[in-house]
């Protein structure tokens, strides 16, 4: 038996209880007598606890066989459990966690001092706590960064790196004439690649996660903060099946944690006071992820007081030198944008805008280098709305990839009706109006043009910022319809308002995609 | 400090390591239309998108394309991904920390100009895109 | 006839014109009175009457005279055929009588002389057309006997000359036996050499074939070095391309071991050195291709002179069968040759002797051409004394046909009525 092998095998399964086994116990804290959260919860711990056991794990094992107590007494209903004993199994859990990682890394898990004292604390019965001895809550930080999903994320850039460099190293094949090569060599080499390109492609779509897993990742934290602050709120999900990039989401974890701090701290007021404002007292954290038709919406919102004008205003006056109705003739979108400027300072202002100078900066900042856009609405004491739109992300569409003059390109198959082939002859009317090459800057000498892509229009597209929306695009070649990664294009690219990302080709090569919006 | 000297455009230029990823040399570039000329594509590599610039032409005098496969130079910092096509590279170099002036020596004699990657983006972003 | 004499017609003339004058002054009183006019009338009419009747006169008289002196310029011119004309009845028709009798005196002399004159003229002419006769019989002997002496000087000088000519043959056909007997000889070696050459060309075409084995066997190496090459330039592109990604290698572990901070720092160096060694490793790959090209190229060159010697060798091949064949035809040749020049040598002897009785004859041939010409050389002498003697004859001869053909010019002048 490869006990190296099982233990890791073994860490993997339990980081993910223990993530359900968090989400478990959150739930619960909202709803104490659930037995049947209980049982899964239970449920959990027991997983856990036998897994550990297979392995002799005594200090994991021995953990989980105390936590496990407690909940047969609470699903049983034989002990009313209190937030003060969640929040024990919730440290637990935590201490599970670092054990479980102790274990992987051949560390000593007996050896953390927290094991003792939370031991010591389930040693005892659940309605017997000395309640002196719960320590203070820890200081909330961020999530820890992702690096675990089923597999270690690092593996998984790894493959798809080696197997793209497997892929391109095809590339390199010094060319064999047929005597040189051994017959059904070459057939196997092909079949080979093939194999290898599916490989890789099918390692590329690990590169996603549903954003649920994304938001939950953020439920332990806003709960924290909510307890840091003296809130009672809620993270709700919106569209949490939707798949997107890791990277991405790697990249936004900072940013939503500023935008949640700042809804915690600053937007969701004291239940006392939504209380006495015929709110609900728990407040409420969305985050919303919807896909438009190329590029992602994040919303970050919250059902807080809002975002106070007056010192907008202020700024807006004394620094920037507006007058009233200037201030006021602006639209809020623009108005609420000015707290991102990067010289709104809130050193003198309330408390109630401390801190967001800096974590706006933080924000701005990653969402620029992402290419997206950022809108901030809000409403007096009705809340606080960030509007986070990114360019099409990593995804796989199917696009048309052709070649026109020196460039290979793409355009998304739901864009494309038909492809025709053009006919030789005088060039037809309309041929030059609105011609792609001629809008992409390619010089008319280079081109061969073969092919003609008939553009459908999907409905509800506005028209085009050229005015007249192309209804075809004369190319050179068509490449095919194929499946193709997409990134985003990049500060650079983007600055050409015309491609909405880059496309990798199932071999590694690259088709840019165009925008069809503001083509 | 460890600096990565490299010659292009007639320079003689280095950069901070810290921001040096990767050299590779297997890139073929995909051109972007309207990308100003010294943008030469992008490249996919292991994972991540680079914009690949002429660094010879971007920061000096002439062109730092010879061959079919040039070395590029992979450069990442802070959010940003490029790369720079030189005519020659040096290496890794340790030189001694400027002291204000741009110029600095190394130990073989030769004077390097240290830029910093900021400033390439920057001279990059100011070019035009587009019509 | 009556005469008239000049004397009464003058004075019938003078008193004729009397009686015209008296008539006239008495016509002329009559027509004018006055005295002048009428003779001056009278005088002119006299005087015209004077000239009319002189003119009359003088002129039948003139004219008789001149008609006489024309015949006598006839005369003189020798013309003696035209009869005097009688005209006159007076004095001077004795004139006229006189000078016809003179005439026709002059004729017959003349006219007798004429005759004397042909028939001298005649035997003259016949005399000389003799001695024409004579001389040309003279001329046609004496060429006749130039000629023979011609001919038989030149008949000698032939004979002469044949005889030298018979001499020379002679020699030179001693000479030719001579020679033939030697070209025997020689042939006989001829054909001992060559059938050892054709014994050598066999020799050698073997020894040829042997060398282009030889050379086959030898390129073999050659051959198989060309396939060598290319596979050694394979291991230099590997070489090269290692040597490439072992330079990018050390240029990215550099650039980790600076991320690697502190613990890099040895790890950079190792890397640097890597790097250096892989610059080595491409400038040594570069020489070893340039030497490796070179190699190649000489090979080549190698290869082209071996086919090209192939090919000579081949040639020299297909030119020794032919030399060797050839030497056989030069053999069968030469023997022919040999026999037939034995025969010649035979031939030519023969012929000397017979040379030789045909020289005999001829100087025999010579001796009576000489003869000949010495007999003809006196009969030459002969003829030329006779000959002279006619010369005289007909230099004598032609004198009197000259002065008798002067005779006949002379009294040709005069010419005769026709009889």
Redesign the interface.
């Known amino acids: 038996m490869d006990i190296d092998k099982y233990k890791k095998i073994f860490v993997q399964e339990s980081a993910n209880y223990l993530q359900e086994l968090t989400t478990g116990l959150i739930r619960v804290e909202q709803d104490l007598c659930n037995s049947n959260l209980w049982s899964e919860i239970h449920g959990k711990i027991h997983s856990i606890k036998g897994m550990a056991r297979a392995l002799s794990l005594e200090a994991v094992s021995n953990l989980c066989h105390q936590m496990e107590a407690w909940c047969k007494e609470f699903q049983a209903g034989t002990t009313a459990p209190d937030a003060a004993a969640v929040q024990i199994l919730m440290d637990g859990t935590d201490l599970l966690k670092k054990m479980t990682e102790a274990e992987a890394s051949g560390a000593d898990p007996a050896a953390d001092p927290e094991l003792k004292r939370i031991s010591a604390l389930l040693a005892c019965r659940p309605d017997k706590l000395d309640r002196q001895t719960q320590t203070e809550p820890h200081p909330v930080a961020a999530p820890s960064p992702i690096d675990r999903i089923r597999v270690d994320y690092a593996l998984i ?1 790894e493959l ?2 080696r197997s ?2 497997i892929i ?1 190293l095809e ?2 094949l ?1 060319p064999l004439s047929h005597q040189q090569m051994a017959a059904g060599l070459k057939s196997w080499i092909d079949h080979y690649m093939a194999m290898l390109r599916g490989l890789h492609f099918q390692l590329a779509r690990l ?1 996603l996660m549903p954003v649920q897993d994304f938001a939950s990742l953020f439920e332990k934290p806003v709960r924290d903060l909510g307890k840091a602050y003296g809130r009672e709120v809620k993270l709700n999900v919106a569209g949490g099946d939707l798949q997107v990039d890791i990277g991405l989401m790697d ?1 936004l974890r900072e940013p939503f944690m500023h935008l949640l701090r700042n809804a915690v701290a600053h937007g969701i007021e004291p239940p006392d006071e939504r209380e006495r404002m015929g709110k609900s007292r728990e407040g409420t954290l969305v985050l919303a992820a919807d896909k438009r038709r190329d590029s992602l919406v994040l919303t970050v919102g919250d059902d807080g007081r809002g975002i106070d004008p007056n010192p907008i205003r202020r700024y807006l006056r004394e620094v920037v030198g507006m007058s009233d109705p200037e201030i006021s003739a602006m639209p809020r979108e623009d108005f609420f944008r000015t707290i991102l400027r990067l010289d709104y300072s809130s050193a003198d202002e309330t408390t109630q805008l401390a801190g967001r100078g800096i974590g706006m900066d933080v924000i701005a900042k ?1 969402i620029e ?2 290419s997206g856009a950022l809108a901030i609405d809000s409403e007096p004491s009705r809340g606080t709305r960030f509007v986070i739109s990114l360019p099409l992300s990593l995804s796989i569409i199917h696009a048309i990839v052709f070649r026109i ?5 793409a355009a998304p198959t739901s864009h494309v009706a038909s492809i025709q082939r053009r006919r030789n002859g005088p060039s037809q009317e309309g041929d030059h109006n609105n011609d792609l090459g001629l ?4 010089d008319p000498r280079e081109r061969k043009p073969g092919f003609i892509l008939k553009l459908r229009q999907p409905a509800g597209t506005e028209h085009g910022t050229s005015g007249q929306p192309a209804d075809h695009f004369m190319v050179d070649a068509v490449v095919g319809n194929m499946p193709l990664m997409v ?2 294009p ?4 983007a ?5 909405a990302g ?1 496309g ?1 080709m199932e071999d ?5 995609l165009l925008d069809m919006e503001r083509i | 400090m460890d600096c990565f000297v490299f010659e292009a455009g007639g320079k003689r230029l280095g950069i901070e390591a810290r921001c040096v990823y990767r050299v590779a040399d297997d890139a073929r570039p995909a051109a972007v239309p309207l990308a100003p000329p010294c943008h030469v594509g992008v490249i996919y590599y292991r994972g991540d998108l680079f914009d690949v610039v002429d660094a010879g032409l971007l920061l000096g005098d002439r062109s730092s394309l010879k061959d079919e496969n040039p070395y590029v130079i992979l450069l990442k910092w802070d959010q940003h991904k490029l790369g720079l096509i030189p005519e020659r590279i040096a290496g890794m170099k340790w030189i001694e920390a400027p002291k204000g002036a741009e110029d600095v020596f190394t130990h073989d004699g030769r004077r390097i100009r240290l830029i910093a990657p900021e400033d390439i983006w920057r001279l990059l972003s100011d070019l035009s895109y587009g019509h | 006839m009556n005469r008239t004499s000049i004397k009464n017609k003058m004075i019938l003339s003078f008193l004729a014109l009397l009686l015209i004058v008296m008539a006239v002054v008495g016509a002329a009183r009559q027509i004018s009175d006055n005295v002048i006019t009428g003779l001056a009338f009278s005088a002119a009419l006299a005087l015209a009457a004077g000239i009319i009747f002189g003119g009359i006169f003088s002129r039948s008289i003139v004219r008789r005279l001149n008609s006489l002196s024309g015949a006598a310029k006839e005369v003189s011119r020798g013309d003696l055929s035209k009869e005097i004309p009688l005209l006159s009845r007076d004095e001077i028709r004795d004139l006229e009588e006189v000078f016809a009798r003179m005439v026709s005196d002059l004729r017959n002399i003349i006219s007798e002389i004429k005759e004397v004159s042909t028939r001298i003229e005649e035997t003259g002419r016949s005399l000389g057309v003799q001695i024409e006769k004579v001389l040309s019989s003279s001329r046609e002997i004496d060429e006749t006997a130039l000629s023979i002496a011609k001919g038989s000087e030149a008949q000698s000088l032939i004979v002469q000359r044949t005889s030298l000519v018979f001499d020379k043959c002679l020699e030179q056909m001693n000479e030719a036996a001579q020679k033939s007997t030697q070209t025997v000889s020689r042939t006989v070696q001829a054909l001992q050499k060559t059938e050892t050459g054709e014994a050598k060309a066999r020799e050698t075409l073997h020894y040829l074939e042997e060398v282009l084995k030889q050379m086959v066997e030898n390129a073999e190496p050659i051959y198989r070095l060309s396939g060598k090459v290319e596979k050694i330039k394979m291991v230099m592109d590997v070489i090269e391309e290692l040597s490439r990604k072992t330079d990018l290698l050390s240029l990215n572990a550099s650039i980790e071991a600076t991320r690697a901070g502190e613990m890099g720092k040895g790890f950079a160096l190792v890397a640097n050195e890597i790097r250096s060694m892989a610059e080595n490793s491409r400038h040594s790959s570069h020489e070893i291709r340039a030497i490796v090209d070179d190699i190649f190229k000489d090979n080549k060159a190698v290869l082209a002179s071996l086919r090209k010697s192939e090919t000579d060798i081949d040639k020299g091949r297909t030119l020794i069968h032919g030399i060797v064949g050839t030497f056989g035809e030069m053999l069968s040749g030469v023997k022919q040759i040999s026999a037939e020049v034995q025969d010649v040598g035979e031939a030519s002897r023969k012929q000397v002797q017979e040379m030789r009785g045909l020289l005999d004859q001829f100087q025999e041939l010579s001796r009576l051409a000489h003869e000949n010409f010495v007999s003809t050389q006196k009969t030459t002498i002969n003829t030329k004394g006779q000959k002279e003697q006619i010369m005289e004859i007909a230099r004598a001869a032609k004198s009197l046909q000259a002065l008798s053909e002067k005779m006949v010019e002379t009294q040709r002048r005069f010419r005769l009525p026709e009889a």
């Open positions: 850039e798809l790196a793209q460099e391109l590339k390199t010094p590169r990249r990653a280098c992402l003059g020196p460039y290979t390109l809008r992409l800057g390619i990134m985003p990049g500060e650079l690219l600055k050409t308002g015309t491609f880059v990798i590694g090569d690259i088709a840019i």
